[in-house]
């Protein structure tokens, strides 16, 4: 599949692999759908350094509130419309 965060992830079948650092760095994604738009929202917040993440529009479908709710958390996030 390639590289994400700076981890490698491998598809194979059913299985994914993911070998990765103990610190994840910043880049741009593609949410392709709301379960990954949400998995990768986790992992840029876990990552260090800005990431911009597009397809967001899948994760504000099913779970509009969760932005605003980690802004209120502390997270730093710049929302742009798709």
Same mark, same amino acid.
């Given at each position: 599949?390639?590289?994400?965060? /700076? %981890?490698?992830?491998? %598809?194979?079948? =059913? $299985? !994914?692999? $993911? ?9 741009? $994604? $593609?949410?392709? +759908?709301?379960? %990954? ?5 986790? %992992?840029a917040?876990?990552?260090e ?5 597009? /397809? ?7 779970? /509009?509130?969760?932005? =605003? ?6 997270? +730093?996030?710049t !929302? +742009?419309?798709?």
């Open positions: 599949m390639g590289h994400s965060f /700076g %981890a490698t992830v491998n %598809a194979s079948g =059913p $299985v !994914i692999t $993911v070998r990765g650092r103990s610190a994840l760095k910043a880049t741009e $994604v $593609v949410g392709e +759908d709301i379960r %990954a738009a949400t998995a990768l929202v986790i %992992a917040l876990a990552a350094g800005t990431s911009t993440i597009r /397809g967001m529009y899948h994760l504000r479908r099913g779970y /509009g509130g969760l932005l =605003p709710k980690l802004a209120a958390l502390g997270a +730093d996030l !929302i +742009d419309q798709e």
